[in-house]
């Protein structure tokens, strides 16, 4: 078809364009009124449905997959942390061998002593790097949750329910504890 059928206020589509209408049709139609567009079919409606149907499925999977890895993630590193806390139990006896060495050597500047407080330092260093960190205890209110208290002292030194004496350090795994400090408590009526 040829553009010299179209009107000159229309641009039509070579491909795709209809043949003129006939005279009897644009009458029964009407000059001015466009064609009239029948309702969006069921089968349109139900497909649309049905994509966001799967829409919300996909993106309550992909939460639950979300999900699902960060709680592997925290679980892998509790795992991590508790097989710490069992390999850094075992070495407190070692630990705590050495800090009573060096208080039974008391004043000795000897070369031996010297070597042992390195190596106690260097031990210390190497433990608090994966985390573990002294209890304080001396000086402090009693605290059961941090404390185990070995036997409670009559005395006027310190104030009441505080601790008198630190017997063996407590050790402290990140916010976890490991062990508790074992302790001897004031109590005193006076304070």
Known sequence: MSRTNARPDQELDLEHELPPAEEGEEQ???ADSPPQVSAIPPELEKLRAE???????????????????????????????????DALKALLPALDS??????????????????????????????????????SAKGEPFDPRLHEAVEMVDTAEVKDNHVLAELQTGYKLKDRLLRPAMVRVARNSKH
């Open 28 to 30: 029964s139609r009407g």
């Open 98 to 135: 050495f800090e009573r060495a060096l208080k039974v050597s008391g004043g000795d500047k000897s070369e031996f002593r010297n070597g042992m407080e390195l190596i106690y330092r260097q031990m210390q260093d190497a433990l608090q790097k994966t985390g573990l960190r002294p209890i």
């Open 51 to 85: 994509r966001d149907t799967l829409l919300d499925r996909l993106a309550r999977q992909q939460a639950e997959f979300e999900n699902a890895r960060k709680r592997v993630v925290r679980e892998q590193q509790e795992f991590r942390d508790f097989a710490a806390a």
